[in-house]
């Protein structure tokens, strides 16, 4: 595998609100075997300025609303879709009550598609796709899947097959893979206070928990008791966990760090340094797995950079987009000679740290 190239960072004016702003309002979607909530983020850019479309998946336990921060920062550039995973956030769970991970990409393609023929400047063309942790897995296969809808693809801490259970997560996670497991560890999850859930994940997510505003704090809490009304909630994230340790035990062509190989969207690698949960070790790995990714590892961060660091996560991204167009214009005046340079050349060795 190649070595990846560095993540260079937008110099493009953003616009940083003084407090975390609220979560984007949304409305269902139709999926396969059902429907999923959609977050979505207005333009907000120049008249002028290049006027893209953005979908956001998010990780295990997760729910649209982690993009919030990010997708409000990209607005310079793309409209953002930001989906709950069927059985996540506001979604309810898939018709079917399979949580696999082929399950989760089925509903992600879906909307892309919707994403993509939505009317107005920029339907019909390819979407830029972010991933964080699962959903950065998911995305990955849905890229590799469909190439057609994916303009580039950005990866935080992305989930990819490994086999040695995370410090963090112990024995227990291999225990779903048990029989009648996943029932007893939705009895288990059912009887941890929403509180006690916000706490745990920000210990085991954040480098830095100290420093989550208040404002994210209790958003999160509040977030946590709307999840734990749901009679299905605890269920669909056991499955899910169910199901991503199944995935990892595929081979062959359906084997993710093989699919890695063989995506041509222009890529972007996000990890934080304190990652308890994916070894920031696998940065450089799946980086140099994907020809010609850019990998950007970010000082004191954990499990979730477009949270922890927003900005520096947005200047990257926009970095890559800025890079893509450019690309395509060279493309255009080239008749393809400057993308097929690009896609046989050599990256260099290093790699962007921010602190």
């Known amino acids: 595998m190649a070595p990846s190239s560095t993540a260079r960072l937008s110099t493009a004016d953003l616009t940083v609100p003084p407090a975390p702003p609220p979560a984007w309002p949304g409305a269902e979607v139709p999926v396969t075997g059902g429907a999923v909530f959609v977050r979505t983020t207005p333009f907000a850019g120049s008249p002028d300025a290049p006027r893209e479309r953005a979908l956001y998946v998010h990780g295990l336990g997760g729910a649209s609303t982690n993009w919030t921060d990010l997708a409000g920062l990209l607005a310079v550039r793309c409209e953002g879709w930001a989906l709950d995973l069927p059985g996540f956030g506001r979604s309810r769970p898939p018709s079917s009550g399979s949580y696999s991970v082929r399950g989760h ?4 393609v879906d909307v892309l598609e919707h994403v993509v023929a939505q009317p107005g400047p920029g339907q019909g063309r390819p979407v830029h796709l972010l991933g964080n942790s699962l959903g950065g897995l998911v995305s990955l296969l849905a890229a590799a899947r469909r190439p057609d809808l994916v303009a580039t693809l950005t990866l935080v801490s992305p989930a990819m097959p490994v086999y040695r259970v995370p410090q963090a997560l112990g024995r227990a996670l291999l225990l779903l893979l048990l029989p009648g497991a996943p029932t007893l560890a939705e009895r288990r999850l059912a009887r941890v206070p929403p509180e006690q859930t916000v706490r745990g994940v920000l210990a085991v997510c954040f480098g830095e928990p100290a420093r989550v505003p208040r404002e994210r704090l209790d958003a999160a809490v509040e977030e946590a008791r709307e999840r734990a009304a749901q009679t299905w909630a605890n269920r669909s994230l056991a499955l899910s966990m169910r ?76 970095g890559l987009l800025e890079d893509d167009l450019l690309e395509d214009d060279l493309l255009e005046d080239t008749g393809g000679d400057a993308r097929q340079d690009a896609d046989g050349g050599t990256p260099g060795p290093t790699q962007a740290r921010a602190g």
């Open 105 to 108: 990409v089925r509903a992600v």
């Open 243 to 318: 199901g991503l340790i199944t995935s990892y035990l595929r081979v062959g062509r359906a084997n993710a760090w093989r699919l890695a190989r063989s995506l041509r969207v222009p890529t972007l690698v996000v990890w934080g340094d304190r990652d308890r949960l994916v070894d920031p070790r696998l940065a450089p790995r799946v980086a140099a797995a994907v020809p010609g990714a850019r990998l950007l590892v970010l000082e004191t961060v954990g499990h979730v950079a477009m949270l922890e660091a927003p900005e520096e996560t947005a200047r990257a991204v926009l």
